[in-house]
């Protein structure tokens, strides 16, 4: 549970224009597709004792998982980055004096610090750190009930609501289902007999309830500066500094000084949220074999937390339009990988897990070549084109997907479509010239 679902919260209505009941139902909608694969990942790292990157082998072969890591790498550069940014606006909420390349620096250190120390710490900091964010959520919540500031913003109408409810919902998506490539890193040390439906429900619901909590609390608050023709203080808050600002016109006023309390108690659960991403990615590096895999886990966690804060101070001024853009990234190529994934676990292993052998993991003769996997995650990307929506690029399908010039983003529903299919077929080719 972290402020950045808070961020992309209020993109609804702040960025696509969405009414409040929409803008919930495509927020509970999407969520609740996004996470599904995640959960069945999260079955497989405790069944299988293998980290994500490990179990992508028998989708992409022992070669082709580079590819896939280099996506995840790129991934969870930026995302810390973006969640950088957010704690960066929170903390110049409470004091604008200081500069958001010193508050970008302040995170990244305090991530750094938790992952150097491996598994463990992440584990007990990820354990207890959601608990103060969750009661300061609350009394942000309960402050805002008091203010009366609520407006309920009508839904929209025609091919032009639909186009705003795809694009908020490929953001929503994106975020719920980036999740896939790292989850079985944090049930690697379940039991393998653990039931998968345990696992399963619980990964669930935690991420349903996280996600939807959060991002429906900014979907609310963003109704606020649209009073009075946006000459209000949540306006203003929300110009001056974004998701920080907004959240001190909200505190400030009723709690004071505890309201600044809490606005930093926000900004540090970006550590929080920055950690699984840092930590991943040093696993995600040792995916390409040879030296780097003896390359020391913490070295690559410095080396990621450099190349975060390189993205993130010269993105601060442009928050929206990078969050947004990223988020539609993320959904793009998951969807690619969600689609060669299932097509294997569903079609062609019978959607049994014990039709996996996990002591052929580090095995490159025995594993699948790969070719198939490459094959379709490539295909994917002309589904992405033909959909994406974008202001430099806008696919033929989007065009016909919402109101013109625009239309709406359907770019990782086709690329899931067109990955799905393709590895089903080449995957059968696959195995016939092959056979494995």
């Known amino acids: ?133 969750f009661i300061v959520f609350l009394i942000t919540l309960g402050c805002f009930a008091n203010s009366k500031a609520f407006v309920k913003i009508p839904m929209g109408v025609g091919v032009s609501e639909l186009g705003s409810c795809l694009f908020f919902g490929s953001v929503v998506y994106g975020f719920a289902t980036a ?125 990621g937390t450099v190349a975060y804060v390189a993205v993130a101070i010269p993105a601060h001024d442009h928050f929206e339009s990078v969050l947004a853009t990223f988020m539609n990234f993320i959904a793009y190529w998951v969807a690619m990988y969600e689609g060669v994934a299932l097509a294997e676990h569903f079609v062609h292993r019978q959607s049994s897990m014990r039709n996996y052998d996990p002591e052929m993991h580090d095995q490159p003769s025995k594993l699948p070549p790969g070719f198939a996997g490459v094959f379709a995650f490539c295909c994917g990307f002309g589904g992405m084109v033909c959909g994406m929506s974008q202001v430099w690029y806008i696919g033929p399908i989007a065009l016909y997907a919402g109101a013109k010039p625009f239309g709406g983003d359907v770019g990782f529903e086709l690329a899931f479509a067109f990955s799905f299919v393709t590895y089903t077929i080449a995957r059968w080719v696959e195995f016939k010239i092959f056979g494995r």
């Open 1 to 133: 549970m972290g402020v950045s679902a808070f961020a992309l919260g209020l993109l609804a209505h702040q960025l696509f224009h969405l009414g409040f009941v929409d803008a919930i139902l495509v927020c509970f909608f999407f969520n609740a597709l996004g996470v599904l694969p995640v959960c069945l990942y999260s079955c497989m790292g405790a069944r299988f004792g293998l980290r994500q990157i490990v179990i992508s082998r028998y989708f992409f072969g022992w070669h082709g998982i580079k590819l896939i890591a280099v996506f995840d790498i790129l991934s969870m550069t930026g995302w810390s980055a973006l969640n950088s940014l957010v704690g960066a606006q929170l903390i110049r909420a409470v004091n604008d004096n200081i500069p958001a390349w010193a508050c970008i620096l302040f995170i990244a250190f305090g991530t750094l610090i938790v992952t150097f120390f491996g598994y463990d710490l992440v584990h007990l900091y990820e354990y207890w750190g959601w608990i103060p964010v």
């Open 179 to 303: 999740w896939a490539t790292i989850a079985a890193d944090y049930t690697v040390y379940q039991s393998p007999h653990q039931s998968c439906i345990k696992i399963f429900m619980s990964t669930w619901i935690g991420l349903m309830f996280s996600l939807c909590f959060v991002e429906m609390l900014g979907i609310v608050i963003m109704t606020a500066p649209t009073t009075n023709a946006g000459d209000n203080a949540y306006a203003a808050g929300y110009t001056a500094t974004l998701s920080g600002g907004l959240l001190g016109a909200i505190l400030f006023p009723t709690l004071g000084g505890f309201g600044k309390f809490c606005i930093v108690v926000l900004a540090l659960s970006i550590i929080a949220t920055n950690t699984p991403n840092i930590y991943s990615l040093s696993v995600a590096m040792q995916a390409f074999g040879g030296c780097r895999r003896r390359v020391p886990r913490f070295i690559w966690t410095v080396v």
